[in-house]
């Protein structure tokens, strides 16, 4: 079974500085996504961001990015230029990739991110 | 762009009773998820449809079922409900990669915040 192990339960940063969350996960498939889900206080789902384990580079959008190491089966986020509005709590999610079957995501605990101004 | 529509948005039954939780998945995709969020948890997997065939099942209890329609919207329907049923659930949904633009992303809705008196 696949688990995911978010160690950081919260954090906080001050505006427009930069913070990391740290993910590691277990799993012995090779075949993976990764994803990192933002749930602000109105508890909707955001998709923050998505790693396939195949690519070697790090993903990226605008101000998040990634850290994946697949050998360490880490995957950080990176958020620079912290916004009021990226106050939420961060889930990090893993899913199998098996092709010919649609998967369930695994889910962290969470960390809470509280950005201070 | 057009997301994921739940509906209700809250819901409020007594134990004993049966409620159904409606999921319209984005224009196109055609797998659909469902997720339970107890107060302060990470989002469990319950249930999932690709096709409108069951695909994936998790810790779904036995009191609640669920299918997929002709036009794609899903229904999670809960019978006898029991006080810890109270959660928030979310519907996500994902074009499979079965096909050849999919990439099983999966986006959620806002989620139904069911509470059993």
């Known amino acids: 079974a696949q688990t995911v192990t978010q160690s950081q339960p919260e954090m906080s940063v001050q505006e427009a500085e930069t913070v990391t969350l740290s993910c590691t996960y277990d799993t012995s498939e090779n075949n993976y996504y990764l994803f990192w889900y933002k749930q602000p206080p109105s508890r909707q789902m955001i998709l923050v961001i998505r790693q396939e384990a195949y690519k070697q580079q790090n993903a990226t959008e605008n101000r998040f990015s990634v850290n994946f190491q697949k050998a360490a089966k880490s995957f950080s986020l990176k958020i620079s230029d912290s916004q009021l509005g990226d106050t939420a709590m961060y889930f990090c999610a893993f899913m199998k990739d098996e092709g010919y079957n649609n998967n369930d995501m695994r889910f962290g605990a969470g960390t809470r991110l509280t950005v201070k101004p | 762009a057009a997301g994921v529509i739940q509906s209700p948005r809250h819901l409020i039954k007594e134990k004993r009773e049966t409620a159904t939780l409606k999921c319209y998945p984005i224009p196109r995709h055609d797998t659909v998820y469902w997720y339970q969020q107890g107060p302060g948890q990470d989002p469990q997997f319950l249930i999932s449809?690709?096709?409108?065939?069951?695909?994936d099942k998790g810790s779904i209890p036995d009191r609640f079922s669920a299918q997929q329609f002709s036009d794609y919207h899903s229904e999670l329907n809960m019978s006898s409900l029991e006080l810890g049923d109270s959660a928030l659930y979310f519907c996500?949904?994902?074009?499979?990669?079965?096909?050849?633009?999919?990439?099983?992303?999966?986006?959620f809705g806002p989620g139904t915040r069911l509470t059993v008196l």
């Open positions: 996500a949904s994902s074009l499979s990669t079965r096909g050849p633009a999919g990439t099983d992303t999966q986006y």
């Open positions: 449809f690709y096709e409108k065939m069951q695909s």
